[in-house]
């Protein structure tokens, strides 16, 4: 089953997937939202692309790296700008999104 070649990856896109979704619903519960807009796009973002690649593993996609790569090059923007910031969502969502680029990384 192609699945099973890219359990390790599934598994962190889709803990990605989680912390980005909870990380932009807890910045929008944040006082100074407007310095977090960035934030949840890309968090919204990283979610999506996420989703996408478990998807594309799960199934086998011939596309599988492309996607991998989109996803890892998505995953350390959001990392990046979670980094910024010093709420507990925002530095867990940026470790679950360096892990997870680590992970696609190693699919290419």
Known sequence: M???????????????????LHCAASCLAEQNISELTT????DLDCADICSTAVDAMSRGSTY???VCRLCADICDACAAECAKHGHEHCQSCAHACQKCAQA????Q
């Open 64 to 66: 599988v790296n492309e």
């Open 39 to 42: 934030c949840i796009r890309l």
């Open 2 to 20: 192609p699945h099973q070649n890219y359990q390790q990856c599934i598994d962190a896109c889709a803990a990605c997937h989680v912390e980005c």
């Open 104 to 107: 696609c990384r190693t699919m």
